[in-house]
Every structure is written in C-alpha cells, then in structure tokens.
C-alpha cells in the first residue's frame, strides 16, 4: 500500500488563514482595509473562497445583485430611449410628409383661383379690344 504525505506546511494555508479571520472587524477606512491580508479582505467584503467556487453571504449578494440591477436598468434605459427617439423621428417624418402635402394642395388651390382670375381678365380684355374694334 502506498501511504501519502501528509502535507505539512509552516505557512498556513490560505484557508487555514480565513478560517482564523473569519471574525474580523469591518475596518474603519480604506488604508486600513487594503493593510489586511486577502483572507481577511474576502471575510471583510463578505465573500468565502471554496476550492473552485466563491460563496457569498446575503449582504455582499445583495450589494453585487444592486450593482448588477443597476447596470441592468441602466442599459433598459438606454434602449427605452433610442426607440423613443427611433419613434419621435418617424412621427416628424410622417407629419412632414403630411404637411408637405397639405401645403401642396393649398398652393394648387391659390394657383387655380389665380389661373381663374385671369382667365376672367384675359376674357374681359378680349371682349374690351373687340368693342372698340367694332
């Protein structure tokens, strides 16, 4: 039978180490955060390392989900408003091309009233050369 070593080290092992500083006071400031070793950091922040997977407890959970709704409703925001501007610039093109077309017809009116007016002068004119000739 082949007996394995038992791994025995004089540094303590990084889980060794979070077990030990499970229990650490929040630090009052950042330089006294960042003068923390890692494990303490991780138990500060609240987070647990496994081997391959990280474990978080409710209130770094809760902080990581409210950064991820954030970005999340951030993002919602953003392509709410591109399709109200996408929609805005389609309703003043609609109206444009409406106003173009009223404004057309009001001009072919003014046109026919002017176009009548003169064929009445024009009429009246050929009456007027033709009474004088006579």
Not at 11 to 20: K, N
Not at 90 to 115: E, G, H, T
């Amino acid at each position: 039978k082949k007996r394995g070593k038992k791994r025995t080290s004089i540094v303590p092992s990084l889980r060794e180490r979070a077990a030990e500083n499970h229990n650490v006071a929040r630090p009052a400031s950042k330089e006294e955060f960042l003068r923390l070793d890692f494990p303490s950091r991780c138990a500060v922040a609240g987070l647990q390392l496994g081997r391959t997977k990280v474990f978080l407890r409710r209130e770094a959970f809760d902080r990581i989900e409210a950064m991820r709704s954030n970005v999340f409703f951030s993002a919602a925001m953003t392509i709410q408003a591109m399709v109200r501007g996408k929609m805005c610039r389609q309703y003043y093109l609609k109206m444009k091309v409406a106003m173009i077309k009223v404004q057309s017809f009001a001009r072919m009116v003014v046109s026919m009233r002017r176009k009548r007016t003169m064929r009445a002068d024009w009429a009246a004119t050929v009456i007027q050369k033709t009474w004088r000739m006579a």
